[in-house]
């Protein structure tokens, strides 16, 4: 049954995933202003304080993210095409970003399915589109934590028939800045080369500010 309502769900959850960041955090600020697909933060949001593990077995928390920029994809190592193919464009989007200059970033598939995701195979998973992608998961309730920050949503079987299940998660690209806060969002369809030309704007500007 999944199967079939699979497309169904994930535009559903989507527009929620897409409508709840919008709604985070704005009733008391302007909405920022619209750019190539995505939306730089007028005023960078702040992390939770949360705890996850990395794909080598290390704790991980918001710390991990300070003193470079970051770009999360959530989503999950089985997933059948969405995932593949927005780590594929985290892969375009460095090397463009390398190509236009040294720039210490790095990039995450945060995984939402922990019951499969084990940091061995998040570590084999990620490092198949770049060696230098790394994975995260961890316990749901820190999972949550993360995600309401960052706007993403997910939803995973109560009780999958089998270990086949699909995870329906909203898709976007998080980006965190040196300080560790949340500094944009990107949603798909991605372009790469449009994502990758806001963020080294984004990256400047924020230079610039420092």
Known sequence: MIGRAWPLIVVAVVAFGIGAWFTLGTRSEPRPEPVSRGYVLDEPRA??????????????????????????YFGF????????????????IKQQLAEAGALDDRYYLVSVDPARDTPQRLAEYVTYFDPDFRGLTGDFDQLDLLTRAAGAVYRVPDDPVDENYLVAHSSTLTVIDPQGRIHALFTSPFDPQAIAARLRAAIDDFDQDS
């Open 47 to 72: 992390l939770p304080d949360f705890t996850l593990v990395d794909d080598t077995g290390d704790e991980f928390t918001q710390a991990g993210f300070q003193g470079h920029w970051s770009v999360l």
């Open 77 to 92: 190592t089985f997933c059948p095409d969405i995932c593949p193919n927005s780590l594929a464009v985290m892969a375009q």
